[in-house]
């Protein structure tokens, strides 16, 4: 049986997961980009974050969070789902 409880808490898990990881993603993408390709990190967090200012800067490492932490949500909803369907009692 599915508890409510144990739905909602994996989602959260997942969600946060989601939210915590963002920036790296996003660094991870930039740095693969054509115009990035051959520039260091300290380079790229110079020009894309810093110099355009904090609020531009925090809006650029966190874009798609909100998407990517629902994604990460449910993906933990169906591996709970999944462990406690199939496991045996």
Do not use: W
């Amino acid at each position: 049986m599915l508890g409510a409880h144990g739905v909602a808490g994996a989602f959260l898990v997942g969600g946060c997961a989601g939210i915590v990881s963002a920036p790296f993603q996003t660094l991870s993408a930039i740095q693969k980009s054509e115009t990035h390709r051959n520039v260091g990190l300290r380079t790229i967090l110079l020009d894309e974050v810093v110099c355009n200012g904090a609020r531009h800067g925090m809006y650029r490492l966190f874009f798609g969070a909100a998407i990517r932490s629902v994604r990460c949500g449910c993906a933990g909803t169906l591996y709970y789902s999944y462990r406690c369907l199939l496991t045996p009692k």
